[in-house]
């Protein structure tokens, strides 16, 4: 499961220094992997599923 979600807090708005490189480029020129909760939510909405998703935003 893929999401794709605006600019949040933790995202830089400018490129900066850091130790995580994909945290370090600016956030709106670059689509930045990274975890989400969204496939775990949706194990809650339909057991049947738990295991079988798993989630990048």
């Not at 830089?12 to 370090?24: C, F, G, P, Q, T």
């Given at each position: 499961m893929s999401t794709i979600h605006a600019v949040t807090n933790?995202?830089?708005i400018l490129?900066?220094?850091s130790k995580?490189?994909?945290r370090a480029r600016t956030a709106f020129a670059n689509i930045i992997p990274t975890t989400t909760g969204a496939?775990?939510?949706v194990s809650l909405?339909?057991?049947n599923l738990k295991g079988k998703l798993d989630g990048m935003a």
């Amino acid at each position: 499961m893929s999401t794709i979600h605006a600019v949040t807090n933790g995202q830089a708005i400018l490129d900066v220094a850091s130790k995580d490189l994909r945290r370090a480029r600016t956030a709106f020129a670059n689509i930045i992997p990274t975890t989400t909760g969204a496939a775990r939510a949706v194990s809650l909405v339909l057991p049947n599923l738990k295991g079988k998703l798993d989630g990048m935003a």
